[in-house]
């Protein structure tokens, strides 16, 4: 293992770079200054919504690039470098399906806002976590037929592999889908990707995924891993991702980014 090459540094934020209680360390934006003195590029990658990831890191926001919505949206300095919206039609033929499954939320996510119905306020609270700008609305359909749509989050309490994935497996003919965390799955268009979105700001750098080193920790951090040549999961990741990762780092709870990032800067000239 050789970090000598890597130009790019890219993260997952949930079950990665943010530890249990949703934070970022302060280890990790003290290494962030001496990766930018080495001119290393970092960029946050996550479900999450882009003013959300921007909270999180609000120290560094000016100096990072951001993939969001599972790669639907990418921007650098608030410019924006990606939008992948699912088309109107489609996402207004599904609604109503998605509508009639038992004991699930569903979210509808915009460039600037995320919708939903739902008032309860269990959900509520979760759902804060990872959007900040939301609107509870009465009807979903009156937003998709007004607004592009770069995703629909679906979340369960239980199990989404579990309890939502089968019964909208179909869809993958026309949607990609992705089980992005336990209680979370994401529908979006099919080239709207972690891995996509990675390949876009790689071109624009002009960096090579032989020069990108990638953190992550589930199921929709798959493709992200197959467009960088060294990958680390997450002792806490699915078994699914260890599988095809090069290699495995501590959880997030025990620094397991800090902790390569720290090797990454010691062999760095």
């Keep these: 293992m050789s970090f000598e090459k890597i130009k790019l540094v ?28 080495k001119n ?3 960029c946050a990658v996550s479900g999450r919504q882009y003013n959300s990831i921007l909270d999180k890191l609000y120290p560094i ?19 924006l470098l990606l939008c ?12 109503p ?7 699930i939320n569903i979210v509808l996510c915009t460039e600037e806002t995320a919708y939903i119905t739902s008032k309860d306020e269990k959900f509520i609270a979760t759902f804060q976590k990872y959007y900040h700008s939301y609107k509870i ?42 089980i992005s965390g336990k209680n979370w799955l994401d529908i979006s268009t099919e080239k709207a990707n972690k891995g996509n979105a990675l390949k876009l700001i790689q071109q624009k750098l002009k960096i090579h995924k032989n020069e990108t080193l990638v953190f992550g ?18 002792q806490n990741a699915h ?23 720290e090797k990454l800067l010691s062999e760095k000239k």
Excluded: W
């Design 239 to 261: 078994k699914e991702l260890k599988k095809v990762a090069n290699f495995t780092t501590k959880s997030n709870d025990d620094f397991g980014v800090e902790i390569i990032l």
């Design 40 to 42: 290393i590029i970092f």
């Design 137 to 178: 609305v009465d009807n979903l359909i009156d937003i998709v037929s007004k607004t592009p749509i770069l995703k629909i989050a679906i979340h369960h309490y239980n199990s989404t592999e579990k309890f939502v994935y089968p019964a909208i497996k179909y869809l993958e003919k026309e949607f990609l889908i992705k």
């Design 61 to 79: 926001k000016n100096d990072i690039y951001v993939i969001a919505e599972n790669g639907a949206i990418a921007k650098n300095k608030n410019k």
């Design 97 to 103: 399906m998605l509508i009639n499954i038992d004991n």
């Design 10 to 37: 890219v993260s997952d934020m949930d079950g990665t770079l943010l530890n249990s209680n949703n934070e970022v360390s302060q280890r990790f934006f003290k290494l962030f200054k001496q990766l930018q003195n």
């Design 84 to 95: 992948n919206a699912i088309p109107i039609e489609k996402a207004m033929a599904i609604i």
């Design 217 to 234: 920790d589930y199921l929709n951090d798959l493709e992200m891993f197959e467009a960088a040549s060294l990958s680390f999961a997450m």
